[in-house]
C-alpha cells in the first residue's frame, strides 16, 4: 500500500489566503474548554480538580510533541509557512504567549477558586509552614523511613557538570553555602517520580511532595548552609524519530529510540514565581533555552498530580455512578446468532463495552465453530482481557493475526510487550506497513456454521480496544455479519499482513487510498443536489479537522448553500459564518464527563441519508500517513438515530462552546431561567438511545 496525497477537485484559487485557522493556537483553545471546566462551579468539585489535571497533562504533550516538533523543523530548517499564513518563528511566538496566559490562569484556579473550595469539603492542600506540628512531625518520620533513602542530591563544581534533567521531571534547585569558605554552589535535587505527588499529612490534608523535602534539605547537605532552593520541571522533545527502512527490526529501533528520547531538547522550563534572578539565569544558561521558553507560574508546579486528589473516595464530590446499559445484546443470546439476526450499533460508553465488544472476542476465542480471529490493536490496557482472549484462542489452536501498531505514541512500551507476549502464543503478529500506522479499528472472526458453510463477523469502531478507555471515551462501533463488510474487511486485512493492491471496497472507505476523495465526492453530490433542488446536508463529527482539502470543500459546500454542521471536540482550522465564504457552516464543541471520540460522516443524499463512522480525524496524518477505515451505516433506524445525536448537539439548547470567524471559542451561557441540555448526561438517562431492533 503506497501513500496517496489524495483528492483536488475543487478550485482553491478562488478562496481567500486567510482562510484557516492557526492549528497550534487552536489546540491551545480547546485546552482553554477543558479549564473552562475546571473553573464551571456547576460542576463536581472533585470533577473540576480532574480537569484542572488534565489541562497540565494535555499541555505538557503539547510541548512534548507539537512545540517541539515545530521547533526540531526550525533548527533543521525544515520549517515552511503554516496554513494559517504564519511563519514558523510567529508560529512560536504566538504559541508561548497564548500557553503563557492559560498557564497563569490555570494556576490561578488551582490556588484561588478550587482550594478554597475544596478546604470548604474537608479536603485541604497546603504548603509545609501551614501544617499543625503533629503533621509536620510525622512527615519527617516519613522522609526520614521512605523519602530520604531514595534522593540523589547532585552538586555542580569544577569536578560535577551540571546534571541531565530528565523531561517533565519535577525537581529543586538548591544554593548552599560553605560556612568554612563562604562559597556558593548550586545543587539539584531530583523529586522521585516513584512517590506521590501530594503527600498525606492526616486525613484528607496534603502536600506538595517538594516541600516535605524542601524543609529536610538541611539533611541532605550536612554541614552546609541552606540560602535558597526553588522547584522547576522542564519539559523535552519526546516525539519519535524511526527510519522505518533501517535493516534492524522495527521493534528493537523503537526501543532504542525510547531510551534516546529522555535525551531531547529542552522546550520549556516552568519555575515557581518566586525563583531568584540568579537561579534562573543559571538554568537558563546551562539547559540552553531563550527567555520565550520561561514560563513562571505560583506553584506548586507539575498539577497532572493532581489526578490522586480527583481520585479521592467522596462520591458527594464526584458525577452520579454510571452504569452502562447491557441491552444491545442480551446476555442470555448467543453473541453470534444476535449479530447474524441484525447489526448492532454499540456507542460506548453508554453500551457495555465489556458485554459486547469484549464479550465477542472471548467468546470467538473459546467457540470451537471459530477457525480464525485477526484483530488490530493500536491502545489497549496493561491487563488487557482482549489479549488474553487472543493468546487463549491461539494456544487452543485457531489461527490469530494480530496487527499491532508499535509506534502509537506514548503507548510503545506497552504494545512491544502485549507483541511479545502475543507471538510466544503462537499469534502471527504483523506490526503494519512502511511509512503508515495502523489506525483502523478492526476485528474479524471466521466462524464455520452447523450447515458448514464459513462466515465472517465483524467489529469495525472509532475507538481503541481498550476496555478502561472504553468506560470513558464516547465511541461508536458495528457488530455485523453482512457478507459484503466481511469480504471488505477480509481485503482489508490482506492488504495489512500481505502485499494485495486492491483499494476499492463496497461498505468501506480507507486511508490512504479513497477516504479522504471518498467524503470530498460525497461533500461535491450534496452541492449538486442542493443546485438540484433536492435536500442536501453535510454533519461531521471529528476530533480535528485541519485537513485544507476537506476544508476548502466544505467551503465550496457553503458557498452554494449547503448547510453544514461540523462536531469538533479539538482542534478546527475551518473559519465558520464568514461572510462570502462560510455563512452557512456551523462549528460547535461539547466537553464533559466523556471524552468526545467518535468520528462521525453524514451525507442528506436527496432525503436518504448516508452516514459512515469509524477511526478517521480529518488531519494530514490520518489521510496520508495512516490506515484509517470508515464503514458505512445501512440499517435506516440507525441512520436515523446517528443523524439525529448530530442534530441534538448542534441545537441552540444544547451545552457547548460555538466557533466564530476569528477562532474565538464561546461557551453557550443559559438565559435566566433557561436549562441547556447536557447531551452526555441525556444519553446516560436514556441509555438504550435508538432503537436495538433494527430493521433496514
Known amino acids: 500500500m503506497s501513500v496517496n496525497p489524495g483528492h483536488f477537485p475543487l478550485n482553491a484559487e478562488s478562496l481567500p489566503d486567510d482562510r484557516f485557522l492557526d492549528r497550534e493556537e487552536s489546540w491551545l483553545r480547546f485546552n482553554q474548554r477543558v479549564l473552562e471546566l475546571a473553573e464551571d462551579p456547576g460542576l463536581p468539585l472533585l470533577e473540576r480538580v480532574r480537569f484542572l489535571s488534565i489541562f497540565a497533562s494535555n499541555l505538557d504533550e503539547f510541548f512534548m510533541v507539537r512545540v517541539a516538533g515545530l521547533a526540531r523543523r526550525m533548527a533543521t530548517g525544515l520549517a515552511v509557512q503554516s496554513a494559517s499564513g504564519r511563519q514558523p518563528r510567529e508560529v512560536l511566538e504566538r504559541t508561548a ?40 512531625e510525622r512527615l519527617r518520620r516519613l522522609f526520614r523511613d521512605r523519602i530520604y533513602p531514595v534522593l540523589t542530591p547532585l552538586v555542580v563544581d569544577s569536578a560535577h557538570p551540571f546534571p541531565y534533567i530528565s523531561g517533565l521531571s519535577l525537581n529543586l534547585a538548591v544554593i548552599v553555602r560553605d560556612p568554612e569558605t563562604d562559597a556558593t554552589m548550586f545543587a539539584r535535587v531530583k523529586v522521585p517520580p516513584v512517590l506521590p505527588r501530594f503527600i498525606e499529612a492526616s486525613p484528607d490534608r496534603f502536600t506538595p511532595l517538594e516541600d516535605v523535602i524542601a524543609a529536610h534539605l538541611g539533611q541532605l547537605f550536612v554541614g552546609m548552609e541552606v540560602v535558597e532552593h526553588h522547584a522547576f520541571r522542564v519539559t523535552r522533545n519526546q516525539d519519535l524519530e524511526i527510519d522505518d527502512d533501517i535493516s534492524e527490526g522495527l521493534l528493537q529501533a523503537l526501543e532504542r529510540e525510547l531510551l534516546r528520547r529522555r535525551f531531547g531538547p529542552v522546550v520549556r522550563l516552568e519555575v515557581e514565581e518566586s525563583i531568584s534572578e540568579a537561579v534562573l539565569e543559571l538554568l537558563s544558561e546551562e539547559l540552553t533555552i531563550d527567555e520565550g521558553q520561561i514560563y513562571k507560574v505560583g506553584g506548586p508546579l507539575d498539577l497532572a498530580g493532581l489526578a490522586a486528589i480527583a481520585d479521592l473516595d467522596r462520591p458527594e464530590l464526584k458525577y452520579p455512578p454510571f452504569v452502562p446499559s447491557k441491552e444491545a445484546i442480551p446476555e442470555d443470546a448467543g453473541i453470534f446468532a444476535a449479530i447474524r439476526e441484525r447489526d448492532i450499533l454499540l456507542h460506548h460508553p453508554y453500551d457495555s463495552f465489556t458485554t459486547t465488544v ?127 463488510i466481511g469480504e471488505d474487511v477480509s481485503v482489508l486485512f490482506n492488504h495489512l499482513t500481505g502485499y494485495s493492491r486492491q483499494d476499492s471496497y463496497k461498505r468501506l472507505l480507507v486511508a490512504p487510498h479513497s477516504l479522504r476523495s471518498g467524503l470530498v465526492q460525497r461533500i461535491e453530490r450534496e452541492i449538486d443536489n442542493h443546485r438540484a433542488g433536492q435536500p442536501a446536508r453535510v454533519r461531521i463529527k471529528c476530533n480535528s479537522l485541519v485537513d485544507e482539502v476537506v476544508i476548502d470543500a466544505l467551503y465550496h459546500a457553503s458557498r452554494a448553500g ?16 464568514v461572510p462570502g465564504l462560510s455563512e452557512t457552516i456551523r462549528v ?109
Open 97 to 136: 504567549t497564548v500557553a503563557h496566559e492559560l498557564m497563569l490562569r490555570h494556576a490561578e484556579c488551582f490556588r484561588d477558586d478550587l482550594c478554597p473550595a475544596l478546604a470548604k469539603e474537608g479536603v485541604e492542600i497546603l504548603r509545609w509552614v501551614d501544617l499543625a506540628e503533629t503533621e509536620q
Open 562 to 577: 449547503v448547510p453544514v454542521d461540523i462536531w469538533v471536540r479539538g482542534i478546527c482550522a475551518l473559519r465558520p459564518g
Open 358 to 484: 469484549q464479550r465477542f472476542i472471548e467468546d470467538a476465542a473459546a467457540d470451537s465453530r471459530v477457525l480464525a480471529i485477526k484483530q488490530t490493536l493500536y491502545r489497549t490496557s496493561g491487563d488487557s482481557p482482549i489479549v488474553n482472549a487472543l493468546i487463549n484462542a491461539a494456544e487452543a489452536g485457531k489461527q490469530v493475526v494480530v496487527v499491532v501498531e508499535l509506534k502509537a505514541r506514548f503507548d510503545e512500551r506497552a504494545n512491544i510487550a502485549w507483541a511479545r507476549e502475543l507471538e510466544k502464543a503462537g499469534c502471527h503478529v504483523v506490526y503494519g506497513f512502511v511509512g503508515l500506522k495502523t489506525h483502523c479499528k478492526l476485528a474479524l472472526v471466521v466462524r464455520q456454521e452447523r450447515d458448514g458453510t464459513l462466515r465472517r463477523y465483524c467489529h469495525i469502531g472509532t475507538g481503541n480496544y481498550h476496555p478502561k478507555t472504553a468506560r470513558l471515551y464516547e465511541d461508536f462501533g458495528l457488530l455485523t455479519a453482512k457478507p459484503e
Open 588 to 696: 460547535r464543541s461539547v466537553l464533559g464527563r466523556f471524552l468526545e471520540h467518535s468520528r462521525v460522516f453524514a451525507f442528506e443524499g436527496e432525503g436518504e441519508p448516508e452516514v459512515w463512522f469509524g477511526s478517521a480525524d480529518l488531519m494530514h496524518r490520518n489521510l496520508d500517513r495512516r490506515v484509517e477505515a470508515l464503514v458505512r451505516v445501512a440499517e435506516r433506524t440507525q441512520v436515523t438515530d446517528l443523524v439525529r445525536l448530530l442534530d441534538l448537539a448542534m441545537d441552540d439548547d444544547t451545552q457547548s462552546w460555538w466557533l466564530d470567524g476569528d477562532g474565538t471559542w464561546t461557551r453557550r451561557a443559559a438565559a435566566t431561567g433557561e436549562k441547556l441540555l447536557d447531551i452526555q448526561s441525556h444519553l446516560i438517562k436514556s441509555r438504550r438511545w435508538r432503537t436495538v431492533d433494527a430493521t433496514s
